[in-house]
């Protein structure tokens, strides 16, 4: 349990060296250009880049609360705490990282340099005016 611990607290350090990179736009990660293993089109890679230190945030939260479910151990005070905080993550995910993926908002969310973009469902409309 004490790896598990130690493994996620790494994880969280990781987290906030990243997304610090990708806050000041010094990260290596091109939003222009997907990667050879990205399936879908181009405007939803870049929702999904604007959107990546809410996607990182809430992912963590969700595996903290499981984590944290796992030491306090089933029928435990505060066991049903911990899920909670997990099921927070979850929301978080559906009511945070899709509007920015998708509409750009709230832009306060949003990498600075990243906050005048369309969201995915605008340059979807502007390419199909275009045709």
């Known amino acids: 349990m004490i790896l598990t ?16 990179r990708i806050w000041q736009g010094r990260s290596e990660y091109d939003p222009s ?6 399936p879908f089109s181009l ?3 870049r929702g999904v880049a604007r959107a990546f230190p809410v996607q990182g945030a809430a992912v963590l939260v969700l595996i903290g609360g499981g984590i944290a479910g ?6 435990e005070p505060g066991y049903d705490i911990a899920m909670s905080i997990g ?3 979850l929301l978080a995910l559906f009511l945070l990282a899709f509007p920015i993926t998708f ?3 709230p832009r306060f969310l949003v990498p600075p340099h990243q906050r005048d973009e369309p969201g995915a469902i605008e340059e979807w ?7």
């Open 103 to 105: 509409f750009n908002r």
């Open 70 to 75: 796992d030491v306090i151990g089933e029928g």
């Open 125 to 131: 409309r502007s390419a199909r005016a275009r045709r």
């Open 5 to 20: 611990v130690a493994f996620f607290v790494v994880l969280v350090c990781g987290y906030f060296f990243v997304i610090g």
């Open 87 to 89: 099921v927070v993550g």
């Open 33 to 38: 250009r997907p990667p050879a293993f990205w």
């Open 43 to 45: 405007p939803l890679w």
